[in-house]
């Protein structure tokens, strides 16, 4: 089903973890993964690519690793360094979907930004504490910007400030998967946004609709200036 | 109209932990009032000065309220309104 089918997974932390091995286990042809951090401590509960020994070492070159001996053969590149403006749509490039599991919403507004110019799927997800969401756009269908309109500047709590449990990045995580699956088998599931919430228990899906006046979906953003998204990729 | 809301993870400090909350309106502007007496500063991390936050999204029965009427958006009784902010991790 996944021949010839290349994803450019954004992040190598909590919600790429279970995306990695789902993917790498699965039949698509390849996977790029760019990151530019070092594995941590505090990390291990919930980036289950990583173990002790990893500690100190870059994520690429240990989650590269880690899909080998997952999946022998498996075709993984690995690009050190932030998904930022000047390099997004070059990496999307010879994609056929996009998977993001940044760390902040300046990176997804970019992800959601360069995938909709490139006419690539994109499969978003977020998570803090015990609970996170997980989206799918397509080409032509709602994005983010039709969810949550624009970057928020404040009052957004990250994994690096308030935590996150580790069942709630790999739920999402594999719901990331499963609609990377859906994409990459030709299935639509354009809009659908699905809730998790692992303290009430609860996986509840809901539809996002195109906004008329989103600015991504009416054309009006058609490049990526560094300015846009300098607030967050930086941190 | 005595309606269910739905209170996400970065907003449980105002409701003392509880993830969800009874609130009377019968409108989601109403209900957002009321919220705000019971739980204060619940009004300021839904709406500024134009309205709803533009990273909150707000679901009456699951169905976003800015394709309905917004905050005119009418609630009836046990309806269920939940609150969907934009959360950045994930890494």
Known sequence: ?????????????????????????????????????????????????????????????????????????????????????????????????????????????????????????????????????????????????????????????????????????GVLGALQAAFAFRLLQGEDPAGELWHYDALRGGLRKTFVRQRSDCPLCNGEIQDLPVERYTAACAA | MAVTVRIPTPLRTLTGGADEVPADGGTVAEVIEHLEANHPGMKDRLCDEKGVRRFVNLYANDEDIRFLDNLETTLKDGDTLSIVPAIAGGR
């Open chain 1, 1 to 169: 089903m996944s021949v010839g089918q290349r994803a450019l997974v954004v992040g190598a932390g909590g919600l790429s973890s279970p995306v990695l091995r789902l993917l790498a286990k699965s039949s698509i042809e390849h996977v790029t993964i760019v990151d530019d951090d070092l594995v941590d401590e505090s990390n291990l509960h919930r980036q289950t690519l990583y173990e002790d020994a990893d500690v100190g070492r870059s994520k690429i070159d240990r989650a590269e690793a880690a899909l080998e001996a997952l999946s022998p053969g498996f075709s993984v590149r690995t690009v050190e360094g932030r998904f930022v403006p000047g390099t997004a749509l070059g990496l999307l490039a010879d994609h056929t979907i996009v998977v993001e599991g940044a760390d902040n919403l300046a990176t997804k507004f970019l992800v959601a930004d360069a995938a909709h110019i490139a006419g690539v799927p994109a499969v978003q997800a977020g998570a803090v504490r015990w609970a996170g969401w997980a989206f799918c756009a397509l080409p032509g269908s709602a994005c983010l910007r039709c969810l949550f309109e624009d970057i928020p500047r404040d009052r957004v709590e990250t994994c690096a400030e308030a935590g996150v449990v580790g069942p709630v990045v």
